[in-house]
C-alpha cells in the first residue's frame, strides 16, 4: 500500500525534455530578447520615416479674420516712452508679428523681417509692428530685437493676442492701407512670402 504522497509522485507527469528550470528560463530571456529587438526595429523604422517626411507647412494659413477689419492693436513700446497703434499706420501694409524671445522660430524669421523692413524703407509703403506674446518676456524681446538691429516698432498688448485668437508664435498677420487683413502666415515667415501677397493684392 503506497501513501498519498508517493501516488502524487508516481502518478506525476515526468517533465518534458527541455521543459526544466534552466531550459524554461533561457526561453523566456530568448522571448524577451526578441520583443525588445523587434520594438528597437520597430522604432528604427520610425524614426527613420520621421527623418525623410517633410516639416510642418508654414506660410500662409487661413483665418476667420482674413477679409475682415483688423482688430485694434495699441500699446506701450517695450523700449519705454512711445505708444504705437495699428490705427497710426493706415494708409501703409502692416505686418503684425506676434513673438517672443524664447520661440526659436521667432528668432529665425528676424533675418526676414529685416529684409522686409530694408526693402521697404525707401518706399515707407509698409512697415512691422511688433506684439509681445507673454507678458512676463517683454524686457528680454526688446532686448534680443534690440541686439539684431530691428527698428520696427515692438509693443505689449495682451488684448491683441485675444482679438487675433494667437495659438502659437512665430505668428503674424498682414494689414492691408484700408485696415482689412488680407493674410495670416504661421511659423517663420519670409520677406518673399508677404511680398508676394502685397504684389498679388496690388496687381503689381
Excluded at 48 to 72: D, T, Y
Excluded at 165 to 194: C, H, N, R, W
Aim: hydrophobic residues 40%; contains cysteine; glycine residues 12%.
Amino acid at each position: 500500500m503506497t501513501t498519498d504522497g508517493a501516488l502524487g509522485a508516481e502518478g506525476s507527469d515526468p517533465p518534458a525534455a527541455g521543459t526544466g528550470p534552466e531550459e524554461g528560463t533561457g526561453g523566456r530571456s530568448r522571448a524577451v530578447l526578441y520583443s525588445t529587438l523587434a520594438v528597437a526595429v520597430v522604432l528604427a523604422v520610425l524614426i527613420a520615416v520621421l527623418a525623410a517626411s517633410k516639416p510642418a507647412s508654414h506660410g500662409a494659413a487661413s483665418s476667420p479674420l482674413v477679409g475682415n477689419p483688423a482688430p485694434p492693436v495699441a500699446g506701450p513700446s517695450l523700449s519705454g516712452g512711445a505708444t504705437y497703434s495699428l490705427s497710426q499706420f493706415r494708409g501703409r501694409w502692416v505686418l503684425v508679428n506676434f513673438s517672443a524671445s524664447w520661440c526659436e522660430p521667432c528668432r529665425q524669421e528676424t533675418p526676414q523681417l529685416l529684409r522686409f523692413e530694408n526693402e521697404h524703407a525707401a518706399t515707407g509703403n509698409a512697415v512691422i509692428l511688433a506684439v509681445s506674446f507673454d507678458p512676463q518676456d517683454k524686457a528680454n524681446l526688446a532686448a534680443f530685437l534690440r541686439s539684431s538691429h530691428a527698428t520696427w516698432p515692438a509693443i505689449n498688448d495682451p488684448g491683441a493676442e485675444v482679438a487675433y485668437g494667437i495659438q502659437g508664435i512665430p505668428e503674424s498677420y498682414l494689414v492691408d492701407p484700408q485696415g482689412t487683413v488680407v493674410a495670416k502666415f504661421t511659423g517663420g515667415v519670409t520677406a518673399a512670402q508677404v511680398d508676394g501677397v502685397i504684389k498679388q493684392a496690388t496687381g503689381a
